[in-house]
T-cell receptor, first 118, second 112 residues
Framework: GAGVSQTPSNKVTEKGKYVELRCDPI?????LYWYRQSLGQGPEFLIY????????DSGLPNDRFFAVRPEGSVSTLKIQRTERGDSAVYLC????????????????FGEGSRLTVL | QQPVQSPQAVILREGEDAVINCSSS?????VHWYRQKHGEAPVFLMI?????EQKGHEKISASFNEKKQQSSLYLTASQLSYSGTYFC?????????????FGTGTRLQVTL
């Protein structure tokens, strides 16, 4: 498809389990971002990839959260030993890299993966 | 620190105007505006860069006061399709938009 694709759209899991959330960015977008959005709040930054490397992972809340992008396209967000507080919509976004070396500024978001931890 | 948006919510009749404000306690390089409809992805509206450059949609305008670290989004002649939650995202780095801090949002409802 033409947009950012995220799977699964909904995930219900039990406390303590491991989950993986997948993001397929727009073709050609070198920058990829993960944000987390709780009910009634704005998106909260988690991690930013430029190509295959994590350029900024300062938003990951703790070491239970990890993300990879091995081939510079699809990314997976991994959450170990899930807790009820991890429940949220996990949004992925991608953007183009500008000629100046930064990003063009426009983020294209996917519809998110809604994670519910029971 | 999260930018503060005001108002938190507003109801308009179709055709009326609205202003949404975003204020930061930290120096800003750029401000980004997004609209999110219920259950959907946030959609880009506008970016305002330090120095006055703007990129965005023709029917939406915004201002950016660098000294006051504030931005305002102007919605004129509102349409039903303008309904949704508006978020400002602030960029405190070098304008690469690599890490945005979003506000808590302003819920806008446009009625007939």
């Amino acid at each position: 498809g033409a947009g950012v694709s995220q799977t699964p759209s909904n995930k219900v899991t039990e406390k303590g389990k491991y989950v993986e959330l997948r993001c397929d960015p727009i073709s050609g977008h070198t920058a990829l971002y993960w944000y987390r959005q709780s009910l009634g709040q704005g998106p909260e930054f988690l991690i930013y990839f430029q190509g295959t490397g994590a350029a900024d992972d300062s938003g990951l809340p703790n070491d239970r959260f990890f993300a990879v992008r091995p081939e510079g396209s699809v990314s997976t967000l991994k959450i170990q030993r899930t807790e009820r507080g991890d429940s949220a919509v996990y949004l992925c976004a991608s953007s183009l890299r500008s000629r100046r070396g930064g990003n063009t500024g426009e983020l294209f978001f996917g519809e998110g993966s809604r994670l519910t931890v029971l | 620190q999260q930018p503060v948006q005001s108002p938190q919510a507003v109801i308009l009749r179709e055709g009326e105007d609205a202003v949404i404000n975003c204020s930061s306690s930290k120096a800003l390089y750029s401000v980004h505006w997004y609209r999110q409809k219920h259950g959907e992805a946030p959609v880009f509206l506008m970016i305002l860069l330090k120095g006055g450059e703007q990129k965005g949609h023709e029917k939406i305008s915004a201002s950016f006061n660098e000294k006051k670290q504030q931005s305002s989004l102007y919605l004129t002649a509102s349409q039903l399709s303008y309904s949704g939650t508006y978020f400002c995202g602030t960029d405190h780095n070098t304008g690469t938009a690599s890490k945005l801090t979003f506000g808590t949002g302003t819920r806008l409802q446009v009625t007939l």
